[in-house]
């Protein structure tokens, strides 16, 4: 048995300070926002619901989802592990050989774990970076040149911290994709020589302007490799900035609670902020999540300003002195103006892209849609906070099949008009059996049942004491009010396009069983948790529109030499060590793509795929790592390509520019950049068969 991996960070998961002070504002080391009463599972399994009693829900649910192909009845733990060994040669214990084996779509021989200041990917696979930061993309726009970069360049080039990435299809250019990008945040000590923290300049300040937001490039395939590149100054190349025009749209639109002294109408907002992973629509445009859009606001000065994360002081990067609408005293509705998901048409480089207020308001990591059987959209959300909620939204259209102007049209209003859910789970172990260390329940699983509680319809609020426009703008607080359940930082969550099961990655909670906060529950097992965990979810009757859900948590992430850790049963002798799960997607074989960000054990950052059904359900394999100080995003899994976001590469602290802590992509003497890469088989064949 080879000892644990070590942890190696006092900040959350294994990020450096640095990271967390520009990514997100240092949340984690500030009071937590949710601060309601509302019960945890836990909680609700002691003081309201006997075994028995939770044993019959479970056992209506699992006959309801059994009509359904999501059905989360299975084996026990032990029985799992027995019916992934059979008929494959091995014994408890014996390490499968890589290579060949594995689930479909995984057949490679896994990464290990490693901090080399690179991106490693397995045996017989090659790579290239697809896109730097800077990288001119419109027309007119320089070569980039970090000693003369200005925020006019900025604004015609690839911006910084590229994180979600979409793949779309473009029509009669063969060989060519569109390729969409969110950049989440810019690190100012790793963009400028000399940066004064205290101090910014205005053309630093507007430089980072141009930097954040969303980039829109046709890529090239290379013939005889999967290798990508850009086709620069391509007519559908754009760029969307911090100063971009956005629009607001849906039931909140117009509400006095958005309206600034500069937009009296609450329609218009200049911007997109804090972009971090995203979804793509099945009518061909993307969804982005506008999620620690509180750090770049000073001066926060009310209750809903506190809930949101807002300081009351200056901001991190002082955008307050060069822009009076960052100053909530001066702007205190600004802020409302953020936390959405933006819709983006990346086939209309005219068009306006929408902020959806049907979709709610809160620190969005991702939102990917999924068709019930009449064709109406639903798109489940997680708020990426400590002790917050997931969500789901159910349109009320149907989407129109096609591509004529009529059906697209129409698609664009899908997300406007519906019922926005916020969830709530309870357990079916005795609240004594979830100790807080991550140990298995009597019944072998951490699993257990759920509700949708409704909160707004169009105009209708079900939340007693806030009108619709209310639940909309402040979300969080319609959550708090109807008692949804506190998770370990909900982040992206996905359907599968195969089975209809969502997964929800929960990337981890250090704070849980803390003094004065909530312990561990069914849903949340472990205190003091590190390496978060993913929960499964299949919707009632297999049907999106359900009220209700059960559940099971299908991985506990760590070591798999810790006995805290879960991989669906399958034998932990044989899977990859993995923390901190953040985006996920899914390849054609239904395997689950996981990226990680954080990693509490030592090693870098990395790409992991894992079976979810069969009897190799729970094999989870390394497919790739990242450099120093990186963190893994996108991902796009295409049958013979990966894309990853190499966000953030050098971001260690005591780095800067003059003192890189990576050398990556260029090598050594020039400055670091963040980029997109991709990833093939040398062979031509497709990924993992």
């Known amino acids: 048995m080879r000892n644990l991996l070590p942890f190696i960070s006092s900040h959350p998961g294994g990020r450096s300070a640095l990271t967390c002070r520009f990514r997100c504002g240092d949340a984690c080391f500030k009071e937590t926002p949710n601060n309601s009463d509302n019960e945890y599972a836990g909680d609700i399994i002691a003081g309201a619901v006997s075994r028995r009693?939770?044993?019959?829900?479970?056992?209506?649910?699992?006959?309801?989802?059994?009509?359904?192909?999501?059905?989360?009845?299975?084996?026990?733990?032990?029985?799992?592990?027995?019916?992934?060994?059979?008929?494959?040669?091995?014994?408890?214990?014996?390490?499968?050989?890589?290579?060949?084996?594995?689930?479909?779509?995984?057949?490679?021989?896994?990464?290990?774990?490693?901090?080399?200041?690179?991106?490693?990917?397995?045996?017989?696979?090659?790579?290239?970076?697809?896109?730097?930061?800077?990288?001119?993309?419109?027309?007119?726009?320089?070569?980039?040149?970090?000693?003369?970069?200005?925020?006019?360049?900025?604004?015609?080039?690839?911006?910084?911290?590229?994180?979600?990435?979409?793949?779309?299809?473009?029509?009669?250019?063969?060989?060519?994709?569109?390729?969409?990008?969110?950049?989440?945040?810019?690190?100012?000590?790793?963009?400028?020589r000399g940066y004064d923290p205290a101090n910014p300049t205005r053309e630093q300040v507007e430089i980072a302007w141009a930097a954040?937001?969303?980039?829109?490039?046709?890529?090239?395939?290379?013939?005889?490799?999967?290798?990508?590149?850009?086709?620069?100054?391509?007519?559908?190349?754009?760029?969307?900035?911090?100063?971009?025009?956005?629009?607001?749209?849906?039931?909140?639109?117009?509400?006095?609670?958005?309206?600034?002294?500069?937009?009296?109408?609450?329609?218009?907002?200049?911007?997109t902020l804090n972009n971090c992973a995203g979804g793509t629509t099945p009518w061909g445009t993307t969804l982005h999540g506008e999620e620690n859009f509180n750090q770049y606001f000073a001066n926060g000065t009310t209750a809903m300003h506190k809930r949101y994360g807002i300081g009351t002081s200056a901001s991190e990067r002082k955008w307050e002195r060069f822009d009076r609408r960052f100053d909530l005293a001066k702007e205190p509705n600004e802020a409302n103006r953020f936390g959405w998901v933006v819709e983006l048409d990346p086939y209309d480089p005219d068009s306006t892209p929408r902020k959806r207020t049907a979709l709610g308001r809160f620190k969005h990591e991702a939102a990917q849609p999924r068709l019930t059987s009449d064709g109406r959209p639903v798109v489940y959300m997680g708020d990426d906070e400590k002790f917050d909620y997931l969500y789901k939204f159910v349109?009320?259209?149907?989407?129109?099949?096609?591509?004529?102007?009529?059906?697209?049209?129409?698609?664009?209003?899908?997300?406007?008009?519906?019922?926005?859910?916020?969830?709530?789970?309870?357990?079916?172990?005795?609240?004594?059996?979830?100790?807080?260390?991550?140990?298995?329940?009597?019944?072998?699983?951490?699993?257990?049942?759920?509700?949708?509680?409704?909160?707004?319809?169009?105009?209708?609020?079900?939340?007693?004491?806030?009108?619709?426009?209310?639940?909309?703008?402040?979300?969080?607080?319609?959550?708090?009010?109807?008692?949804?359940?506190?998770?370990?930082?909900?982040?992206?969550?996905?359907?599968?396009?195969?089975?209809?099961?969502?997964?929800?990655?929960?990337?981890?909670?250090?704070?849980?069983?803390?003094?004065?906060?909530?312990?561990?529950?069914?849903?949340?097992?472990?205190?003091?948790?590190?390496?978060?965990?993913?929960?499964?979810?299949?919707?009632?009757?297999?049907?999106?529109?359900?009220?209700?859900?059960?559940?099971?948590?299908?991985l506990v992430a760590g070591d798999p030499d810790d006995p805290a850790t879960y991989f669906a049963g399958f034998p932990k002798s044989s899977v990859s060590p993995i923390s901190c799960p953040d985006n996920v997607a899914f390849d054609a074989h239904g395997n689950l793509w996981i990226s990680t960000d954080g990693n509490a054990l030592g090693s870098h950052d990395g790409l992991f795929g894992v079976a979810t059904h069969g009897d190799r359900r729970g094999e989870l394999k390394q497919f790739l790592t990242v450099p120093t100080g990186a963190e893994t995003c996108g991902p796009v899994i295409q049958d013979r390509r990966v894309l990853v976001a190499v966000q953030h590469p050098g971001e260690i602290d005591g780095a800067s520019v003059e003192k890189p802590a990576s050398v990556w992509p260029d090598g050594p003497g020039k400055i670091v950049r963040p980029s997109v890469v991709a990833v093939w088989r040398k062979d031509g064949r497709d990924i993992g068969v």
Request: glycine share 12%; no cysteine; proline share 7%.
């Open 53 to 192: 009693s939770m044993m019959r829900a479970a056992a209506v649910v699992t006959v309801a989802t059994a009509a359904g192909t999501a059905a989360l009845t299975g084996p026990s733990a032990p029985q799992a592990e027995a019916a992934a060994l059979a008929g494959h040669g091995n014994k408890p214990g014996r390490p499968q050989k890589p290579g060949a084996s594995g689930a479909r779509g995984l057949r490679f021989s896994p990464v290990a774990p490693n901090k080399d200041d690179k991106v490693t990917v397995p045996d017989g696979y090659a790579q290239n970076v697809v896109i730097r930061w800077g990288e001119p993309i419109l027309r007119g726009a320089p070569a980039f040149d970090p000693d003369k970069q200005t925020a006019k360049a900025q604004a015609g080039q690839f911006g910084y911290n590229n994180d979600f990435l979409s793949l779309l299809p473009l029509r009669g250019e063969r060989g060519r994709q569109v390729m969409v990008a969110n950049h989440e945040y810019t690190d100012e000590i790793l963009m400028f």
């Open 395 to 554: 349109s009320s259209k149907r989407m129109k099949k096609g591509n004529s102007r009529a059906a697209r049209e129409h698609n664009l209003t899908l997300l406007d008009e519906g019922t926005l859910y916020v969830a709530k789970l309870t357990g079916d172990s005795p609240v004594n059996e979830i100790d807080g260390t991550g140990k298995l329940p009597n019944d072998g699983e951490f699993d257990g049942s759920g509700v949708w509680i409704p909160l707004a319809t169009g105009t209708t609020s079900h939340v007693p004491g806030m009108t619709a426009e209310e639940v909309y703008v402040y979300t969080r607080l319609a959550g708090d009010k109807v008692g949804a359940t506190k998770m370990d930082r909900p982040e992206d969550v996905e359907p599968s396009p195969r089975t209809g099961r969502v997964y929800v990655a929960l990337t981890n909670n250090s704070d849980r069983g803390k003094e004065g906060k909530p312990g561990a529950d069914e849903a949340n097992p472990r205190n003091a948790n590190k390496h978060g965990q993913i929960l499964e979810l299949a919707e009632n009757w297999d049907d999106p529109t359900s009220d209700g859900f059960a559940w099971r948590l299908f």
């Open 212 to 271: 954040h937001g969303l980039s829109v490039v046709v890529v090239q395939e290379e013939h005889r490799t999967g290798k990508l590149g850009p086709v620069n100054r391509h007519p559908l190349n754009r760029r969307l900035t911090a100063t971009s025009e956005f629009r607001m749209t849906g039931p909140a639109a117009g509400s006095t609670l958005l309206r600034t002294s500069a937009d009296r109408t609450g329609r218009k907002v200049l911007g």
